[in-house]
């Protein structure tokens, strides 16, 4: 945040030079910059925040300070860094969502250690409001991968500018599969009860979580994401059969700009080994495989020159948490969901948006169909 | 296993310890000569900061932190300009290079120091040769001549308008030497 650039810099100079700058536009981020410019330490503020209306058709809806995040970061010099982000749920739970130091070895290779994301698709990773279109987060993206997903890890990543890639590979802890008195993953939403967000996690086998983003196509990124691994449990239950699983997840995602186009696409599909001794131990209904996927395209109908912009959008998802199920449980047609959601999202300024859409949501059981209203400001600074 | 743990943390520590020994400005220096000779095809150059001489007293801005201009000489002759300026990124700043000919034709740009996660896609050859070959009198608009990079945006616009004020300054600068 603090300019520790090869040139010293005059602050004060500076300063007054901002306050001649009205023609240029300047977004939350400089306006940040320039505030910090003065503060002589290397602390970063910053966060992002989503409140929402939620109101599906014959039931109450819902309001809520859905999430509210705090970024704090530290800069110990040019090359070690904190970062650390407080997320506030339904105001009243406390997590965190990050907190990782970030060494830099040199320009294509960072070390980093501490509670981290892990890059699996697109949404875990760019997760801030105005970087996605809709008021909720696709729904793959929380009965697949469960973000916001973060473990506590260590690994490496970086890009290589030649060619335009960017990696990222690090070791975590796994899901908890069971936590000696009852089974937390299930059909339902898959993996996503198993998290263990670093807090007082259980520990036993390591897991590999990789990614690679190509964008060394004009408007064009693509990304590759693999997780490996296995579930942890409870030391009293670990030696009973059943009582993990082993994971196996693959991803796939692409983004493409052009002018005022833009598109993106995400396919999942994750295979689960000793389902059914899982489900034999704990009575859950876990499926041996999930797989699903969405395609959304939108188009900024303001033109392009234009600081604002009003993005219409239409999105569709098919995903199935019950995509193969072992042989002994029935699979169910209501974990295969389908979804397709349109709207508007207006960005405001850069880092302000306010959106609406409207949800059809359906499952594979016939007369599932279900429409839902959703509407909700999110900011990122 | 708790035996390699350890050797892998000694290892880790030794790694940490030789590559801390770091000063940035002599960095940037050192990239700077590197491209020049690359993009020159030159070895003995020598660098004349020419920063706030007439033609390039302009000041900083939002988009420009802050700026060192200096004049590529093979002796007597002026073979072209190198600018260096820090922008902002996400959270951080970046150094980036800008090499001219004589004739303030862009032949390269290219990004010094990218210090945070976020955005370092800008640093990519592909993305940054859009703006080779470019004059001072052009402009790049963000998702019209410049394409996006998905999961940059802050990082691209920086970039895009720190060039934008840049190539604004020292062609009005230097109509007015001119004159």
Redesign the interface.
């Given at each position: 945040?603090i300019?520790?650039?090869?040139?010293a810099?005059n602050v004060s100079?500076?300063l007054s030079?901002?306050k001649d700058?009205n023609l240029?536009?300047?977004?939350g981020?400089?306006r940040?910059?320039?505030n910090l410019?003065a503060v002589p330490n290397g602390m970063?503020f910053?966060g992002y925040a989503e409140v929402l209306y939620n109101q599906p058709e014959a039931a109450n809806g819902e309001i809520d300070v859905q999430r509210l995040i705090l970024?704090f970061?530290y800069?110990f010099?040019?090359?070690t860094?904190f970062v650390t982000e407080v997320e506030f749920e339904h105001v009243k739970e406390v997590y965190i969502e990050q907190a990782f130091v970030?060494?830099?070895?040199?320009?294509s290779l960072?070390?980093r250690a501490g509670l981290m994301l892990v890059p699996m698709g697109i949404i875990n990773?760019?997760h801030e409001p105005t970087?996605f279109n809709g008021v909720e987060r696709p729904s793959i993206d929380n009965k697949l991968v469960p973000t916001t997903w973060r473990e506590i890890g260590i690994g490496l990543?970086g890009?290589s500018?030649?060619l335009?890639l960017?990696y990222q590979a690090y070791i975590f802890n796994g899901f908890l599969s069971h936590n000696g008195t009852d089974g937390l993953i299930k059909g339902s939403n898959g993996l996503r009860s198993g998290r263990q967000k670093g807090a007082e996690s259980v520990f036993r086998t390591p897991n590999l979580s990789m990614k690679l983003?190509f964008?060394?196509?004009?408007?064009l990124?693509l990304g590759l994401s693999g997780y490996f691994g296995k579930t942890q449990a409870d030391d009293q239950i670990y030696d009973t059969y059943g009582s993990t699983v082993g994971l196996s997840m693959l991803g796939l995602d692409a983004?493409?700009?052009?002018?005022?186009f833009t598109a993106?696409g995400q396919y999942i599909t994750s295979s689960i080994n000793d389902a059914d001794q899982y489900n034999q131990l704990t009575g859950k209904d876990l499926g041996s495989s999930m797989s699903g996927y969405y395609t959304e395209a939108a188009y900024n109908l303001l033109p392009?020159?234009k600081k604002q912009r009003l993005f219409v959008f239409v999105r569709y998802e098919n995903f199935d948490t019950h995509a193969t199920v072992p042989s002994n449980i029935p699979r169910k047609a209501a974990f295969h969901r389908k979804e397709i959601t349109t709207g508007l999202s207006y960005h405001l300024a850069?880092g302000a948006v306010f959106k609406v859409d409207y949800q059809n949501k359906s499952t594979g059981l016939a007369g599932s169909d279900n429409g839902q209203i959703n509407a909700g400001v999110g900011v990122w600074f | 296993m708790i035996s390699s743990i350890t050797n892998i943390t000694l290892a880790?520590l030794c790694?940490?310890y030789t590559?801390?020994d770091?000063d940035?400005?002599k960095?940037?220096?050192k990239r700077m000569q590197k491209e020049i000779t690359k993009v020159f095809l030159c070895n003995d150059f020598n660098l004349e900061n020419i920063s706030g001489s007439p033609g390039f007293q302009f000041?900083?801005?939002?988009?420009l932190?802050?700026?060192?201009i200096y004049a590529i000489n093979k002796g007597d002759e002026l073979l072209g300009y190198a600018f260096?300026g820090?922008a902002?990124s996400?959270?951080?700043?970046f150094?980036y290079l800008i090499l001219f000919d004589q004739n303030f034709i862009q032949k390269k740009a290219k990004?010094m120091?990218?210090?945070?996660?976020y955005g370092?896609?800008i640093?990519?050859?592909?993305?940054l040769s859009?703006f080779q070959n470019s004059s001072l009198g052009e402009r790049f608009?963000y998702?019209?001549n410049i394409?996006?990079?998905?999961?940059?945006?802050?990082s691209v616009?920086?970039m895009t308008?720190s060039i934008n004020?840049v190539y604004s300054q020292l062609q009005r600068q230097l109509a007015v030497v001119s004159r």
């Open positions: 945040m300019s520790l650039s090869a040139q810099q100079d500076s030079i901002y700058q240029l536009q300047i977004n981020y400089q940040i910059l320039q410019e970063t910053g970024l970061g800069k010099d040019d090359r860094q970030n060494y830099a070895v040199n320009n960072n070390v990773e760019y970087t990543s890009r500018d030649a335009s960017r983003d964008y060394g196509i004009n408007g990124r983004r493409y700009n052009f002018r005022r993106r392009i020159i850069p | 880790a790694f940490f590559t801390a770091f940035i400005t960095l940037v220096q000041k900083n801005s939002t988009y932190m802050d700026h060192q260096l820090t902002p996400k959270t951080d700043t150094e990004v120091v990218y210090r945070e996660d370092g896609e640093s990519s050859k592909r993305w859009q608009i998702g019209d394409s996006a990079i998905s999961g940059a945006t802050i616009k920086s308008n004020y």
